[in-house]
């Protein structure tokens, strides 16, 4: 059974920052599109960053780019969203989920291209 580990959400101040991981458990394809996407309350799922664990490079929402990086390691079978700079408006649930893909093939930022989800991990950036 595949499964996504989520972890390294929380509370943290304007312009603070918080490291999210997510392990997929219960897979070996090698080339995945990984992505973290970012709902906040009666709002819409939203992609935040993508990347490809098969190669190439990753690929940001336009409101976090320079502040986000996600990166991986497939040796752990693990993508990290590092976030820096962070705003009360990133505040919201933020998911992982991943689709097998084409090794190095770009990656959609749509939701409903995602496969596999994990069960999310709550970041809130307040004063």
């Known amino acids: 059974q595949v499964q996504l580990q989520e972890s390294g959400g929380g509370s943290v101040q304007p312009g603070g920052s918080l490291r999210l991981s997510c392990t997929v458990v219960?897979?070996?394809?090698?080339?995945?599109?990984m992505g973290w996407f970012r709902q906040a309350p009666g709002g819409e799922r939203e992609g935040v960053g993508r990347?490809?664990?098969?190669?190439?490079?990753?690929a940001y929402a336009d409101d976090v780019q320079g502040r986000f990086t996600t990166s991986r390691d497939n040796a752990k079978n693990t993508v990290y969203l590092q976030m820096n700079s962070l705003k009360p408006e990133d505040s919201g649930m933020y998911y992982c989920?991943?689709?097998?893909?084409?090794?190095?093939?770009?990656?959609?930022?749509?939701?409903?291209?995602?496969?596999?989800w994990g069960q999310g991990t709550q970041v809130t950036v307040s004063s």
């Open positions: 989920a991943w689709y097998r893909a084409i090794p190095g093939h770009w990656c959609y930022s749509t939701p409903s291209k995602y496969d596999y």
């Open positions: 219960g897979n070996t394809y090698r080339s995945k599109c």
């Open positions: 990347i490809n664990t098969g190669g190439g490079a990753a």
